[in-house]
């Protein structure tokens, strides 16, 4: 892959922007986990390597297991998932695919009934947030490991 624009040197003050909701988001009531598994789902999704790769080693310090990981892009065919992360990964997948249909009156009612507003809330922003890496990684071509 070719070298491409350094975001960070050239937009320093909009990617603190950025960074800084990443930090925020870091202090929400998600668990780790579950904001690991919104990363990495959206990250498959997408086709970013460099976010999967980061975050896939960030799920597994924080104790998430490698069947978890391994199958997470089937999760619906599994019963390895709390209800809640099926509720999490669901919004993941359609606010990232949201060109389809976007979040589902189904899944946000379900939604309503595990969460609190500002849960969703997090959620939500957590899915726009990781989204938005996967565009700068995928667009700038970053190197996984960096």
Known sequence: MNNRID???????????????????????????????????????NG????????????????????????????????LYTEEERVILQMTEEVTLVHQHGLSDETYAKAKQLFTDNQIAQILLSIATINTWNRLAISTNKPIGE
């Open 48 to 79: 970013c390597a460099f976010c999967l790769d980061m975050h896939t080693k960030d799920a597994l310090k924080y104790g998430e297991t490698q069947q978890r990981i391994f199958l997470l892009n089937a999760w619906r065919e599994t019963t």
């Open 7 to 45: 975001i960070t040197a050239l937009e320093p003050a909009a990617y603190k922007a950025m960074y800084a909701l990443e930090v925020t988001l870091q202090h929400s009531s998600l668990t780790k986990i579950q904001k690991e598994l919104i990363k990495i789902r959206a990250s498959q999704i």
